[in-house]
């Protein structure tokens, strides 16, 4: 059955570096990759698309990686600030049809400590 | 509105009692999802609609779980015979049903069955 897995629960790191956040799938061929942003009591919300096609993307701190062949992503956030401690959750999506149709991750609780 | 809008934002019901949580999505989505969200757990899809045709039920957990829209636009999700385990965060997100298109979350519907 299709599966994902993001690294750790929850990682703890220091103000000014930089945060690194795995994904990683078996049984499942995505057409996409998304990373979102959950906060206590709020919904998820959308930071990054990668497509399969597509090796790297950037928006202005961060950046995602994406390897078919590894099944992995990776979600980075350079100079990291307090404001940046919430949860992450990676979801694949199938494309075709299934538009919308996400398969998330567990979220990893990133804290940043000034 | 400006959002995805959800409510209740909690309800705490009795095991065997029937439930309806409402979704108003932003306004000219016509597609429009609901997921949940269990403690510890990753966004699980449940239904998904999109315009006039017919809903994709494929991750209703079980036949208790109903969902309509109306007009194309807002939906609600009834659970007939609550049950312990229906207890956890139910979330709706709209977008225009394009192919990879991010999702928008409201804030969810915190359910707890006693």
């Known amino acids: 059955s299709q599966k994902i897995e993001q690294n750790s629960e929850a990682l703890n790191i220091q103000e000014g570096k930089t945060a690194t956040l795995t994904c990683n799938y078996t049984?499942?061929?995505?057409?996409?990759l998304q990373w979102y942003r959950q906060d206590p009591g709020r919904g998820p919300v959308f930071l990054l698309l990668?497509?399969?096609?597509?090796k790297e993307k950037r928006k202005e701190r961060l950046k995602v990686t994406f390897d078919t062949t590894l099944k992995q992503s990776l979600f980075h956030i350079t100079a990291s600030q307090p404001a940046d401690s919430a949860t992450y959750l990676c979801?694949?999506?199938?494309?075709?049809?299934?538009?919308?149709?996400?398969?998330f991750g567990q979220g990893t609780i990133l804290t940043v400590h000034p | 509105g400006a959002g995805v809008s959800q409510s209740p934002s909690n309800k705490v019901t009795e095991k065997g009692k029937d439930v309806e949580l409402r979704c108003d999505p932003i306004?000219?989505?016509?597609?429009l999802y609901w997921y949940r969200q269990s403690l510890g757990q990753g966004l699980e899809f449940l239904i998904y609609?999109?315009?006039?045709?017919?809903?994709?039920k494929s991750g209703l957990p079980s036949d208790r779980f109903s969902a309509e829209r109306t007009g194309g636009s807002v939906s609600t999700l009834t659970i007939q015979r609550t049950q312990q385990e229906d207890s956890a965060v139910y979330l709706c997100?709209?977008?225009?049903?394009?192919?990879?298109?991010?999702?928008?979350f409201g804030s969810g519907t915190q359910l707890s069955v006693l």
């Open positions: 990668i497509r399969e096609n597509e």
């Open positions: 609609f999109q315009g006039n045709s017919a809903p994709d």
């Open positions: 306004s000219g989505h016509t597609a």
């Open positions: 997100a709209s977008n225009s049903g394009g192919p990879d298109e991010k999702l928008f």
């Open positions: 979801a694949l999506g199938a494309g075709g049809t299934s538009y919308g149709k996400l398969t």
């Open positions: 049984n499942y061929s995505p057409a996409y």
